[in-house]
């Protein structure tokens, strides 16, 4: 399988919470990220955990980490048009500075 | 932070030229890299540019296909050689210090080979 996975895609209506999803296969990940990517566009770093975190909480973002299972989420509150786009996740192992990323989630937000 | 700049930002090209790719950064970084991004596809590691020496590929990736200069710590340029029509992707530069958790990102460039 692969290091990173994602789900494809994720609709929700405006207003609505989005939590997306992504495992990793890597225990000696050190920093985990969320990228968005709007169309046309490059990524742009939304936020990231170190690995001793299990929550960090950015306005609307709240991004969960559970070491254990390798599982991270990203939840958007309050999810607008504005925030469709593809988001991916990135881990970073330790001794490593390239990241690897997963496929992306596309996010499809409709009224 | 750093802001980077990618251009062209799109081409179409014949198939067998050649394209190259500029990446300039706003400060001195001191990694930069090179990835593609295939359609529906995750990002690939093509390879890191080194200031002053080789850049140094990822498996699958060959310096005849894809020479990469990087003459300071600010400027890099990817060409993609020879193209054919599976080259067609986004090329994305990318930088970061060691030190730093952040990989900045710049826009992309969209290639399609006809």
């Known amino acids: 399988g692969e290091d990173v996975e994602q789900s494809l895609f994720l609709s929700v209506r405006e207003g609505d919470s989005s939590v997306i999803n992504c495992t990793y296969t890597?225990?000696?990940?050190?920093?985990l990220y969320w990228y968005k990517q709007e169309p046309g566009a490059g990524l742009q770093l939304l936020t990231y955990i170190f690995s001793n975190m299990d929550m960090k909480q950015d306005q609307r973002l709240t991004v969960l980490l559970n070491k254990k299972d390798k599982h991270l989420s990203l939840r958007i509150a309050d999810t607008q048009t504005g925030d469709s786009a593809i988001y991916f996740c990135a881990e970073r192992r330790g001794g490593s500075y390239i990241p690897t990323f997963g496929r992306g989630t596309s996010l499809i937000v409709h009224p | 932070s750093a802001v980077i700049s990618q251009k062209p930002s799109r081409d179409i090209c014949q198939r067998g030229t050649s394209l190259t790719i500029q990446c300039q950064v706003d400060s001195q970084v001191t990694m930069m890299f090179w990835y593609r991004q295939q359609p529906g596809q995750s990002l690939t590691l093509i390879a890191t540019a080194n200031q002053g020496s080789e850049a140094t590929y990822e498996s699958g990736f060959v310096i005849d296909k894809f020479p990469i200069s990087r003459p300071n710590l600010t400027f890099s340029t990817l060409t993609v050689s020879n193209m054919s029509p599976e080259d067609s992707s986004i090329y994305l530069c990318s930088a970061g210090t060691g030190e730093n958790t952040e990989a900045f990102f710049g826009q992309g460039t969209r290639l399609t080979v006809v």
């Open positions: 890597d225990s000696s990940s050190t920093y």
